[in-house]
């Protein structure tokens, strides 16, 4: 056999070995290391690595990360001596694996963040928002003479779910005074230069208002509306930032369903009166109010694909917790039991057992994180299972915080959604913000 042929028969043997090693279930489970791992310091974390070569670990920070109780920055890996990992303080680090210690086959960036607790909620609370502008949820058509009708705002280019912030370069802070702005420019035959926000972009059109014989006023020909109201449910209260987030899901008007863009807005105490029982096919009702004098819990400054979130200064009544607990990131999330924290009735929160079904892989932040189902007869008697207003229902896994109850299965009530508290915390600011990659559901 001349050295030609041998150096392909060797080629061939190597590629075919290669391939072989690589669908292996040692090696597909080394390939399954996520990319990033994050950590609280003080928690340990492992990372079991079946191996059937040795493999070396190699971190840049043992400062911030030990590996096996060791400050050395190298460790050998083996199928007896699986890694371990223990963040020592926050900060990152780079943890770089090889086979043979001489083929680099995955590096793991790892985020040390300070220890976190928070207080979960449970409370039902009423939500009242302003939105930063007023925006379009219809079109109007104004009678100019008895034979025509027509549209301004529409002939203007304003499209439903389109949020004015601006006429005549003046902000719009309050819609009770656009009938007069409106009024002013009619009578003097003058077109409003209207400034809106579509989207991300900002754009502008001249619009001219309409008298309408009918009624004696002039108009735009557009529906507006400035405010929205509703209960839901507060998720948690991180006492040390003075900060709460709520809902689990994004505000969306009622009409176009666009999300609301927050001008102000505040959190107020409330109590269930009633319970619409959920039945497939239709999602039931928690029936609130505002208590009278109702005490104002928190302001509402943001309004994201994962709730609302605003300053609080303490934890409110009918807590279960008077103290925080530990919070679990996306990645220590596992199926199995649970329980929600929610009100049936008044104000007193309850516990209630669930079963996580289902836990999606997120590396960024994104809804449908678990399917969780309701267990527990006692509200599953009351409730028919989840029902709208129980959205941010704080969800709890072995005395941690790991999300929040978000949208309910139409045709299936006893189940539904969740997000991960990770994304919420991240929304909040109480810990540092990823790439936001959500996507909006039907809530709850």
């Known amino acids: 056999m001349n050295s030609s042929l041998r150096n392909k028969m060797l080629g061939l043997f190597i590629v075919f070995f290669l391939f072989f090693l690589c ?10 290391i996520p990319s990033e791992i994050k950590m609280f310091a003080g928690d340990t974390n492992s990372v079991q690595l079946a191996m059937p070569v040795g493999a070396q670990a190699t971190v840049d920070r043992p400062d911030v990360l030990q590996m096996n109780g060791s400050s050395s920055s190298t460790y050998k890996v083996t199928p007896q001596h699986p890694l371990q990992l223990q963040p020592q303080q926050s900060g990152s680090a780079k943890l770089t694996l090889k086979l043979f210690g001489k083929i680099p086959f995955k590096t793991v960036q790892i985020h040390v963040i300070p220890g976190l607790k928070v207080i979960p909620g449970g409370q039902t609370i009423g939500v009242k928002v302003k939105s930063a502008g007023i925006l379009v949820v219809g079109h109007h058509l104004v009678h100019i003479d008895p034979s025509t009708r027509v549209s301004p705002g529409e002939n203007a280019g304003i499209q439903l779910g389109d949020l004015m912030t601006h006429m005549n370069g003046v902000p719009l802070q309050d819609i009770s005074k656009v009938a007069q702005v409106v009024e002013d420019a009619g009578k003097s035959k003058q077109p409003l230069e209207i400034t809106f926000k579509r989207g991300d972009k900002t754009m502008k059109t001249k619009l001219t208002p309409a008298y309408d014989q009918s009624e004696g006023k002039w108009r735009l020909g557009l529906y507006i509306r400035d405010s929205a109201a509703g209960v839901g449910t507060l998720t948690f209260y991180a006492p040390d930032q003075g900060v709460y987030g709520a809902l689990g899901h ?47 819990l928190g302001s509402i400054e943001r309004n994201t694909h994962f709730g609302i979130f605003g300053k609080m200064n303490r934890n409110p009544d009918y807590s279960l917790y008077k103290e925080g607990i530990p919070v679990a990131f996306a990645q220590d999330v596992k199926e199995g039991p649970a329980e929600i924290l ?103």
């Open 23 to 32: 669908i292996t279930a040692p090696v597909q489970s080394f390939k399954s």
């Open 250 to 296: 994004v505000i969306t008007d009622m009409n176009t369903q666009t999300p609301i863009t927050v001008g102000s807005g505040e959190i107020l105490q409330s109590s269930v009166t009633s319970i619409s029982k959920s039945q497939d096919g239709e999602p039931g009702e928690k029936r609130a109010h505002f208590l009278k004098d109702s005490k104002i």
């Open 342 to 444: 929610t009100v049936v009735d008044g104000q007193q929160v309850e516990k209630f057992k669930v079963n996580i079904v289902h836990v999606a892989k997120q590396d960024t932040p994104a809804t449908k994180g678990l399917v969780l189902r309701i267990t527990d007869p006692r509200l599953i008697e009351k409730t028919g299972g989840i029902v709208q207003g129980m959205s941010g229902s704080p969800i709890v896994q072995d005395g941690k915080l790991i999300g929040a109850v978000t949208h309910v299965f139409v045709n299936d009530p006893k189940s539904g959604y969740g997000c991960f508290i990770e994304w919420m915390l991240q929304d909040s600011g109480v810990i540092p913000q990823q790439t936001d990659n959500a996507s909006n559901l039907k809530a709850s």
